[in-house]
């Protein structure tokens, strides 16, 4: 079943195309990576994909829970927001945007579970901290604010809040950029668990190639706002069809 289809996706920022046509279905529990250079619309892709940003072109359908197909951009803004704080997720490029920075850790996971609807306060703890321990944060700083966290923790504490409320598809835009490779490993286990076993379907975009490579079942690779390869991850990486793709690999895969 999908539950994200984009259709013609178009947007520009001024004078810059930094989506161009962007056509594809997100099936349930499906882990897609999205790869490219800087600048070549990854976050823009995504923002659109979860309704945050409105498409000057095409459109985004969300496939809801008892089959029903929602186009992203023709139902309220209350009822896209309300989307994205419970049956999406969405790991910021940057945690500022994710997070609030004043206010603690345990807080932040709380006012996400709070907008899901949860009502009882032990709940609300006990499923704070479940979640802080998945990421391997550590519970005595549950209280303490993300403005004092590195930036390896905002970004964990971000994927922690986001999949608190058990959603359905999670954006997540560079999640293990500064992790180190023992927490990042437990991240990638955390995020394929939780799409095998409960259906959770991912978009992730990295830089790291070893990430979409260990991680996703398809690959998308952009350039200048445009898909310009994607298939099977182990095709796409092992066999790339595009000589853009090969420089990526080459240059990255390569390096390691
Ligand atoms: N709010 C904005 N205003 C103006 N231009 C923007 C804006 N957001 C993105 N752009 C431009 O659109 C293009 C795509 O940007 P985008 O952030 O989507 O790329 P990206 O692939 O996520 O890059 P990175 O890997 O550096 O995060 C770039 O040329 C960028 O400068
Ligand atoms: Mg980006």
């Excluded at 309220?76 to 989307?83: C, D, G, M």
């Excluded at 807080?107 to 979640?131: D, F, H, P, Q, T």
């Excluded at 403005?147 to 598809?169: D, F």
């Amino acid at each position: 079943m999908e539950v994200i289809s984009a259709r013609g996706l178009g947007k520009s920022h001024g004078r810059i195309r930094a989506c161009e046509n962007v056509t594809f279905d997100l099936h349930e529990s499906e882990i897609m990576g999205i790869v490219g250079e800087s600048g070549s619309g990854k976050t823009t892709l995504l923002k659109l994909l979860a309704g945050m940003t409105t498409p000057d072109a095409g459109e985004v359908i969300y496939g809801g829970k008892d089959g029903e197909k929602l186009s992203m951009f023709d139902i309220p803004q209350s009822a896209r927001r309300k989307l994205l704080r419970t049956e999406l997720g969405f790991v910021f490029q940057n945690p500022e945007e994710g997070l609030r920075m004043k206010i603690s850790a345990g807080g932040n996971i709380a006012e996400r579970l709070l907008e899901g609807g949860e009502r009882s306060y032990r709940a609300v703890r006990e499923n704070a901290e479940k979640w802080l321990e998945k990421v391997e944060l550590p519970l005595d700083r549950l209280d303490s604010k993300p403005e004092e966290y590195s930036g390896g923790m905002k970004a964990r504490l971000q994927i922690a809040k986001n999949l608190a409320t058990e959603p359905r598809v999670v954006f997540l835009d560079e999640p293990t950029a500064g992790l180190d490779v023992s927490v990042q490993a437990k991240i990638l286990d955390l995020l394929r668990v939780l799409s095998s076993e409960f259906g959770l379907s991912v978009l992730l975009v990295t830089h790291d190639l070893m990430v979409a490579k260990l991680l996703s079942h398809r690959i998308m690779v952009m350039k200048d706002g445009r898909v310009i390869e994607s298939g099977l991850t182990d095709r796409v990486l092992d066999d790339p069809g595009e000589p853009y793709t090969q420089l990526l690999v080459s240059s990255i895969l390569g390096d390691a």
